[in-house]
């Protein structure tokens, strides 16, 4: 929307265009301060809302008289950002100069948006800023993290900065570093990714092996992660990898995540078909059979797991907490047969 666009915004419009964002709207709202009382607005129901639509119809008349200034261009983005709409939120903050305050919203903008260049620019330019150190330390880790597929010894060496700089970042970047170490192959950085539940991350850098079925599931893993439909990737990665273990095992997980346990379970069934001598694939299995309320053949293929690995230990937890579970549900199911023949016992005359 241009600019001479948004000072002619009437009353109407944005009654409507609040009424379309309340539908969507993120829950993590916040009330923002206002110095002057807004006139009198429409009243949806939810205060936080109603005093951020507000806030927004006093900041488009400010505008219609003095222009968007950069302050109350950074407050219209504030109050999108907060109604969960980030998208708007950028068209404002792009309006508001380039402090340090501004770059840094629209770079968590833009990887929310996953609209990476922009965001490697925009966090580019909080590097050479002068800014704290902390803010710079956070800057290069979100660098480090959208390049590391692409570029693996850039993104190492800003991962490497961000964890010198502040000793939070360490131990959480430490795993992803020693990857970029060893390997450049975006199947295996973004499994690093992933492990680390950056999820947004993790899809981004499966995109650099387009044509790799292992990167095609967890791509499909990913989205799902994220609230995202991923059923055109697990569609291609069965596809192209009918006979690979590991996409059946991804397969499962993204079903698991959906709660579609049936469907989980048959894809683990077919992981462990293809590959018989992983116990790890064995212990998903039994995981899967414990979700459909198997149990019996849940204890079943973790045992097996355990066997198989020669570490029982690896799996004693897991097992011990079925066995807990099936103890507790046997309970239940004798005080129920107890009530039933005790109920059945008082009706015999």
Known sequence: MSLSARRSIPMLALVLLALVVVAFAATRMTMLEWPVDPPDAVDFGLPGQSRLFQTLFTLEQEAADAGWLPDRAELAGRVWWELGNPREAVSYWQMAGSSTSVRRRLAEAYLELGEWGFASDTLKLLDVDMVDASLRAWSVMQL??????????????????????????????????????????????????????????????????????????????????????????????????????????????????????????????????????????????????????????????????????????????????????????????????????????????
Do not use: C
């Open 144 to 349: 480090g993290l959208i390049h590391a597929a692409a570029d693996p010894q850039a993104a190492r060496a800003w991962l490497e900065r961000a964890a010198a700089a502040e000793t939070g970042y360490s131990d959480s970047l430490d795993a992803l570093i020693d990857t970029l170490s060893v390997s450049s192959n975006p199947v295996r950085i973004g499994m690093a990714l992933a492990h680390m539940g950056l999820w947004s991350f993790a899809e981004h850098a499966f995109a650099d092996a387009p044509f790799d079925p292992v990167a095609l599931a967890f791509t499909a893993l990913s989205r799902e992660m994220q609230g995202k439909d991923g059923t055109s990737h697990l569609r291609s990665a069965l596809e192209l990898g009918a006979g690979d273990s590991q996409v059946h095992y991804i397969e499962g997980l993204v079903y698991r995540q959906r709660l579609e346990y049936e469907d989980s379970l048959s894809a683990f069934i077919q992981a462990v078909a293809l590959h018989p001598d992983d116990p790890a694939l064995y212990a998903e299995l039994g995981t899967a059979y414990q979700l459909t309320g198997d149990l019996v053949s849940a204890e079943h293929w973790l045992q097996m797991a355990a066997d198989l690995s020669g570490d029982g230990s690896r799996y004693a937890d897991r097992l011990e907490e079925l066995r807990t579970e099936e103890a507790m549900l046997r309970e239940v199911i004798g005080l129920m047969i107890d009530d039933e023949q005790a109920s059945e016992s008082e009706d015999v005359p």
